[in-house]
């Protein structure tokens, strides 16, 4: 079977980065794919605003579904917060940033942006990268 990683390009072409993440794990997480690619539809694009990278938002909903908490318990929800946090560090060590924006260099909720970015490859360049990062890390610490 291949990693996540190499069903990175096949699946980013068919439905936003956040859903690729998110569902590439709805397995292993004991959640129905096509229920994962609904809860993660409003999160590419940096939540269609250009802000927190869907591949981010998409391992955050792994990481939530995996480690999260359903209480009110103030150590389940620190050590979800730490998780979250140790993402972030790792996913900023590679890339520099969390938002979509500053990752992709273009505002992309913008109809003059998403254009430019797309003249510019940057979903075929860029996007993929960001969200195979955001798998590896998983796989490893998560």
Do not use: W
């Not at 993660?40 to 605003?49: D, E, Q, V, W």
């Not at 050590?79 to 993402?87: E, G, N, R, S, Y």
Request: proline fraction near 1%; charged fraction near 20%; include cysteine.
């Amino acid at each position: 079977m291949k990693d996540k990683t190499q069903q990175v390009n096949e699946r980013f072409s068919q439905v936003n980065c956040a859903q690729t993440v998110f569902s590439l794990h709805a397995k292993e997480l004991g959640i129905n794919e096509e229920l994962a690619l609904k809860i993660s539809s409003g999160f590419g694009g940096g939540m269609a605003c250009a802000e927190t990278c869907g591949a981010v938002t998409g391992a955050y909903m792994v990481i939530g579904t995996k480690h999260g908490h359903a209480s009110h318990n103030a150590e389940a929800k620190a050590a979800t917060k730490a998780k979250i946090k140790q993402f972030n560090e790792k996913f900023k060590a590679q890339h520099g940033s969390l938002i979509c924006k500053h990752l992709t260099g273009f505002d992309i909720s913008t109809p003059e942006g998403a254009e430019a970015a797309a003249e510019q490859n940057v979903f075929s360049k860029k996007c993929p990268e960001f969200i195979k990062t955001a798998c590896k890390i998983l796989a490893v610490d998560f």
